[in-house]
């Protein structure tokens, strides 16, 4: 998938800036779209603008400049309970003193809606996330995974156009976490809704969304499909947040032909696709995923590109292997390998030949 949005644009963000102090900027001219019925993620780490983004466009923080417009028209000044938005927060924010039942009707009540109406709404959005039966339990009653989805049923019950969630699975724990992540994508997918998702897990943003929008100090670094965004990232920065990622330092030989000559720190040379990097003598990151390092070298096709490595770690993992090897200076070098028949456990001391096929290694701007 592309960075552009897979459908006409719903939310739209143009040249959006906000500062809090009138000179520091929080997020820098933000230009974004969001196809109706995707799901995109704001991912990034802590102050790196994408919670912000998100508040803006439920209303609760307004824009220093620029303008939002969802369904094609602008937001900027309409007030959050007048632009048809559900939201969803990490703490639930049910009011503990209602039943289930009531919760989902205070935003129906909100909007005026008539008694019989209200029932069928709150009955429809409950089925929806399997809590048909709760109804009139409070919010103490009921488990972390219970509670989220009674949050989840709450902004799908006035039958929003936009669904917003601000680390809606923090609180909750790894397995709950996940398969609350294939719920939220399950119901996303059978009700065509628009969800736009902040999280600062790089692996809910790769298990859940459409598209991710790698957040840093306020600024859209990579717009890509999931899969983009691992195989292919486009700096150094994109390359160490998402996933798993060796580096190794050198400077940058020689440019052509789509690839570059990089010597490393211990002097070795190998090959890399160059991104961001331009010239002769530039210094350079060349980044390479662990799963796609092989012990065995002879494996790979002709051109695979090979170094010597020591073990300095070896891990057993169930079903794979993690290695930790000292590789051209650097002593942080891991490789993961499938624990198949055959496949034997490296010591600590030993010296190996690796390998990787070229197009694996990609030369990025140093951090």
Not at 241 to 257: H, R, T
């Amino acid at each position: 998938m592309s960075s552009e949005p897979h459908n006409d644009s719903f939310v739209v963000f143009d040249h959006v800036q906000k500062s809090y102090d009138g000179e520091t900027l929080v997020v820098k001219d933000l230009n974004l779209r969001i196809g109706k019925g995707e799901f995109l993620t704001m991912l990034g780490p802590s102050g790196s603008g994408k919670t912000t983004c998100l508040m803006m466009l439920a209303g609760f923080e307004t824009a220093t400049h620029g303008e939002i417009t969802l369904d094609n028209q602008p937001i900027n000044r309409v007030p959050p309970h007048k632009r048809g938005i559900g939201m969803v927060f990490q703490n639930y924010a049910l009011f503990p003193h209602m039943t289930v039942g009531e919760n989902l009707a205070f935003p129906l009540e909100v909007r005026g809606m008539g008694r019989d109406e209200r029932e069928a709404k709150i009955a429809r959005a409950l089925d929806m996330v399997q809590m048909g039966k709760f109804a009139n339990r409070r919010p103490a009653q009921l488990s972390g995974g219970q509670q989220q989805r009674i949050a989840l049923a709450r902004a799908l019950v006035f039958d929003a156009k936009l669904v917003l969630m601000d680390e809606p699975l923090g609180a909750l724990d790894k397995q709950l976490r996940e398969h609350m992540q294939f719920e939220i994508k399950h119901l996303h997918e059978s009700l065509g809704i628009t969800v736009v998702y902040v999280t600062h897990d790089q692996g809910e943003a790769l298990t859940m969304s459409d598209r991710v929008a790698v957040f840093n100090d306020g600024v859209i670094q990579q717009l890509a499909a999931p899969a983009e965004l691992y195989e292919a990232p486009q700096n150094s920065f994109v390359a160490q947040f998402i996933g798993e990622n060796n580096k190794l330092s050198g400077i940058i030989e020689e440019i052509a032909d789509g690839r570059a000559r990089v010597r490393l720190a211990t002097g070795e040379t190998i090959d890399a696709t160059p991104v961001n990097v331009r010239e002769k003598g530039q210094k350079t990151l060349v980044s390479i995923r662990p799963e796609r390092v092989e012990v065995k070298p002879e494996a790979l096709p002709p051109g695979t590109q090979t170094i010597e490595a020591e073990v300095l770690e070896f891990i057993y993992m169930g079903d794979i292997f993690r290695t930790r090897l000292r590789v051209a200076g650097s002593d942080e070098f891991v490789i993961k390998s499938r624990n198949a028949q055959g496949q034997r456990q490296l010591r600590p001391g030993e010296k190996i030949r690796i390998g990787w096929a070229p197009q694996d290694a990609r030369a990025l701007d140093p951090l």
